[in-house]
């Protein structure tokens, strides 16, 4: 094993689509700084709160962050390092902490091919094993070529499509779509890739001791339900979950948690067509399965407005649901549920609001304590108020980083 994973030819994954998977829409929708605002609802701030980097320098572009807990008790994080949101090469990176949170360790790459590693979900397993689901994009001339006018600087995309149409660029598109590495140290080495399913926070251990994965990049407008009985073996299709019955919504990116009842819930992501991240319509829907994952209700809206969902079992058994919320105030949000099927919105939990734009989200959390929990999300760490220039986005700005919230809920103040 090693803790860097950057061969140059391994086999392809079997059914990666080639077909590039961002439409022009997307960038167009992700880097507006909002029109719409939505402070009709009162929200409720956490009853402590403190804001933290995990890794931020100036210069680069950190996205899409995973947080678990390893075996020793360390906190773990992987996310993206890139150039921009569709730069063509990212790499996926790990930084952790020792102390619960308080400090963290200088970053160590953990995944690095040639083409853009941009997703890398957790899983950890009750014997310490740790999964890391990563989704790695062969960018191309066409894919750049058909981004709308104000997507980025001309001399940014013509270097980019310089780029993409390297010999080495091009020989590294066969490793495009899933894969997984494994861990058997707490994080810090990794196996070499396995085919895999993405699960951009990654699946579960079932009571049962096998693994369940919820996938939708490489579906049909579907989501795809997966098992597999060890991390090595391969996974087998258990269901699938249709798309929302309105053709104006998209679902994907879902997380899926086993509740002690052996209930499975799944939170998804509902995404506007034609692309918008501030419609009305993105709210988060949920299924869930009472018989191991074999068959699910027909998806719902639940009223959360903001995604993706991370889903987090606390120790009192209620369920927390982070997401992030991309029309103004931009940050994040948090839900917690009694029972992981019914979600009050009046009682969401504002933990950021001071974002300038909507590049940002993908929040995951973890307990400290009985009282406190650590979320981590991704957003550009400047003062509240700060004005960014994104069609196109300035070079030179503040770009994203892992920022996080150590925070207690709301009734549940410290003594």
């Known amino acids: 094993m090693t803790g860097l994973y950057s061969a140059e030819a391994p086999p392809a994954a079997p059914g990666a689509n080639p077909a590039y998977y961002i439409a022009a829409a997307l960038m167009f929708g992700l880097l507006t700084t909002g029109w719409m605002r939505n402070d009709t609802d009162a929200r409720r701030e956490a009853a402590e709160s403190h804001h933290i980097t995990l890794y931020g320098p100036e210069g680069v572009y950190c996205a899409w962050p995973s947080l678990v807990r390893a075996a020793n008790g360390d906190l773990l994080v992987l996310f993206s390092r890139t150039e921009e949101h569709l730069g063509p090469d990212g790499a996926i990176l790990s930084v952790r902490s020792t102390d ?16 853009d590693d941009r997703e890398s979900g957790l899983t950890v ?76 926070h990654g699946g579960i251990q079932l009571h049962d001791g096998s693994l369940l994965i919820a996938s939708y990049r490489e579906e049909k407008r579907s989501i795809g339900v997966y098992h597999s009985v060890h991390p090595e073996s391969v996974h087998t299709r258990l269901a699938t979950i249709a798309g929302a019955p309105s053709d104006g919504v998209r679902l994907g990116e879902p997380h899926i948690l086993q509740l002690r009842s052996g209930r499975i819930i799944m939170m998804i992501r509902a995404t506007a ?63 917690i549920s009694n029972d992981g099927v019914t979600w009050d919105p009046s009682s969401e939990v504002v933990l950021r609001d001071d974002a300038p734009n909507g590049d940002l989200g993908y929040p995951a959390s973890v307990e400290l304590d009985s009282l406190r929990i650590l979320t981590v999300y991704y957003q550009p760490e400047v003062p509240a108020g700060t004005v960014q220039m994104m069609h196109p986005p300035d070079p030179g700005r503040r770009k994203p980083g892992i920022l996080g919230t150590i925070w207690t809920r709301p009734g549940h103040n410290r003594k």
């Open 100 to 115: 619960n949170g308080i400090t963290w360790l200088s970053p160590d790459t953990v995944f690095d091919t040639a083409i």
């Open 125 to 200: 397993l009750r014997d310490g094993t740790i999964l890391a689901h990563v989704w790695s994009t062969c960018h191309t001339r066409a894919s750049y070529a058909a981004l709308p006018p104000e997507s980025y600087e001309q001399s940014m995309l013509a270097r980019w499509s310089m780029h993409v149409s390297g010999e080495r660029y091009l020989s590294a598109c066969s490793r495009q779509g899933a894969w997984h590495i494994i861990s058997h140290d707490d994080g810090k080495s990794w196996s070499t890739p396995l085919p895999g399913k993405d699960a951009v």
């Open 273 to 335: 067509v034609p692309y918008d991240d501030t419609d009305p319509r993105c709210v988060l829907w949920e299924s869930y399965s009472d018989d191991s994952g074999r068959t699910w209700v027909p998806p719902f809206a639940t009223g959360l407005w903001g995604f993706p969902p991370h889903l987090l079992l606390l120790s009192d058994g209620s369920v927390l649901c982070t997401y992030g919320h991309r029309r103004e105030p931009f940050g994040q949000r948090a839900c």
